[in-house]
């Protein structure tokens, strides 16, 4: 048993004790009431405005400008997807694949000829004013620029020669035209026109169907 002064004493700190919780727990409240008021404010700041500082980086994307492309341009937004075909070649009837897609806000048309095979190649089409020019990255090591012809049937897209980087002169083996005819929706045909040492060498056809 211990004395009645010691039993006193400890029961007077324990009340002590007791009688500061309530006064620990309501600052420990505050403060977590504080912070999350806190973190309320940077997240309503964070949907907010943004602010551009020099050489920050920020920028608004609803204060892009909307450009619309060209008449010319529209045609090839059609041929969207993946395609799939026939390909007569120099060496032989093979079997081929294309896919489309868009990109900078519908403003570039970028086409990939045998995706994932050794022999990949892209081109790239878009506007320039009211043109229509198209790069073709070539397994060749070069890259020939073409430029939309104006014609009286707008199914059939002619692209022709204009310059092109990795190539000295039209000598230089390069493609040199590409005529896309839109036969229908689901049906399309490439004709690719080989130039070497100034003539044409040889003309590969794409004959492609629209996969669902």
């Known amino acids: 048993m211990f004395p009645k002064q010691d039993v006193e004493t400890i029961t007077r700190s324990l009340e002590r004790k007791d009688a500061m919780k309530p006064r620990r727990n309501l600052r420990n409240a505050l403060k977590l009431l504080s912070g999350i008021g806190i973190l309320g404010m940077l997240l309503v700041g964070c949907q907010g405005q943004v602010v551009d500082r020099p050489g920050s980086g920020a920028h608004k994307e609803h204060q892009m400008p909307q450009i619309k492309p060209s008449a010319e341009f529209e045609p090839l937004r059609a041929l969207v997807g993946k395609w799939k075909g026939v390909g007569q070649m120099p060496e032989g009837e093979q079997d081929v ?94 004709e690719w026109v080989f130039f070497d040492k100034g003539k044409s060498s040889h003309v590969t056809r794409f004959d492609l169907q629209r996969q669902k």
């Not at 430029?147 to 190539?167: A, H, Q, W």
């Open 97 to 190: 694949e294309v896919e489309y897609s868009l990109t900078a806000a519908g403003t570039v048309l970028t086409e990939t000829l045998a995706p994932g095979q050794p022999h990949e190649m892209l081109s790239v089409y878009h506007g320039d004013g009211p043109q229509v020019i198209m790069t073709h990255y070539c397994a060749f090591g070069n890259q020939p620029r073409m430029r939309l012809e104006k014609g009286d049937d707008p199914k059939v897209l002619r692209f022709v020669y204009m310059d092109g980087t990795s190539i000295q002169s039209e000598d230089d083996p390069h493609m040199h035209q590409l005529t896309l005819t839109l036969v229908d929706a689901d049906h399309l045909i490439h």
